[in-house]
């Protein structure tokens, strides 16, 4: 069974910092990997899709990467602003799975003026 | 492109009665929609793949009478919470998925819809 984890599970930086956010799985066999953004009552929304054959992917000041062999994915927050205070997600789409995701336990990350 | 809406957002229902919830993919057509409950500072849980045209497939310990999914267009999904309860009280988030490159798919979630049952 896919496990997927998260560290740490709460962040608070100082605006202006650069961070990363953590997430490991149990199971290498992967379609992709895709990092989410949710704010506090709300959806999903998608920041990222690593597809398994990449190791990288970026976006504005995001940068996502993957090691699929060991397991862990990475994102980058460079710059970080007050907006992006939220709760971010990870979650694998495991290979013959139908599609599911499997999320991981979350970071709570503030960004704090 | 890729927006997913849920109706309604937010809906309160006395114990016993049943509440239905709509998913729609308004500008993409999505042969898979999943639905998912998240308890308050917990993340998200898989309830239920439904498939366009044929029977939901439930997660292990999900009861299948009670959460009734109906799959009627490629763009409309929808979860009935049948006999409501206390306990269901949560919130509920749908997903649809496209093909976003090879045999790979991209799930594009819905805004949610935070029920509460008293």
């Known amino acids: 069974k896919q496990e997927v984890t998260q560290i740490p599970a709460a962040l608070s930086v100082p605006e202006g910092e650069n961070l990363v956010l953590n997430c490991s799985f149990t199971d290498s066999a992967i379609y992709n990997l895709q990092w989410f953004r949710q704010d506090p009552g709300k959806g999903l929304t998608s920041l990222l899709l690593i597809q398994s054959s990449q190791r990288e992917q970026t976006s504005g000041r995001l940068n996502a990467s993957l090691d699929k062999s060991s397991g862990r994915s990475t994102l980058y927050i460079a710059a970080s602003q007050p907006g992006d205070s939220a709760t971010y997600l990870c979650a694998v789409n495991l290979a013959g799975g139908g599609n599911k995701l499997t999320f991981g336990t979350g970071t709570q990350l503030k960004v704090e003026l | 492109g890729a927006v997913v809406s849920q109706h309604p957002s937010r809906v309160i229902c006395k114990s016993g009665t049943s509440v239905k919830i709509e998913c729609r993919s308004l500008?993409?057509?999505?042969?898979?929609m999943f639905w998912y409950r998240q308890f308050p500072k917990q993340s998200l849980m898989l309830m239920a793949t439904?498939?366009?045209?044929?029977?939901?497939?439930?997660e292990q310990g999900v009861e299948k009478d009670k959460f009734l999914i109906n799959h009627a267009s490629l763009t409309l999904s929808t979860l009935t919470v049948t006999s409501a309860h206390p306990e269901d009280s949560s919130f509920y988030i749908c997903s649809a998925t496209r093909l976003a490159g090879g045999s790979s798919y991209e799930q594009y979630f819905g805004p949610g819809t935070r029920l509460t049952v008293t």
């Open positions: 500008d993409f057509q999505a042969t898979t």
């Open positions: 439904s498939n366009e045209g044929s029977k939901a497939t439930y």
